[in-house]
Nanobody, 122 residues
Framework: DVQLQASGGGLVQPGGSLTLSCAAS????????VNWFRQAPGKEREGVSC????????NYADSVKGRFTISRDDAKNTVYLQMYDLSVGDTAIYYC???????????????WGRGTLVTVSS
């Protein structure tokens, strides 16, 4: 089975940092672009970031650009999302999804991971 497991969420104070992980099983992420999404309570899902295979090309939502960094370690079959300078507005369930393409923007997803909750509060 193809499984993507997001982890690393938790409670963090405003201005703090947190790193999320997306570990895959049953699929070799080397071949696929991987996205991070988030959904805040009562709001629609938002695309956060995406990273291509090998060359590591990436993109970010304007709301997180300059604060979040996506990366991948294909040897570990894992994609990361480093988050800095977190604010209350970043509170959401974060989850990852592999595309059926090596490149971001295909609109087709191979698998969705279980979300992990990030709560930013003082």
């Amino acid at each position: 089975d193809v499984q993507l497991q997001a982890s690393g969420g938790g409670l963090v104070q405003p201005g703090g940092s947190l790193t999320l992980s997306c570990a895959a099983s049953g699929v070799r992420l080397h071949y696929y672009a991987v996205n991070w999404f988030r959904q805040a309570p009562g709001k629609e899902r938002e695309g956060v970031s995406c990273i291509d295979t090998s060359d590591g090309s990436s993109n970010y939502a304007d709301s997180v650009k300059g604060r979040f960094t996506i990366s991948r370690d294909d040897a570990k079959n894992t994609v990361y999302l480093q988050m800095y300078d977190l604010s209350v507005g970043d509170t959401a369930i974060y989850y990852c999804a592999a595309e059926t393409s090596a490149y971001c923007g295909s609109g087709n997803f191979l698998s969705w991971g279980r979300g992990t909750l990030v709560t930013v509060s003082s």
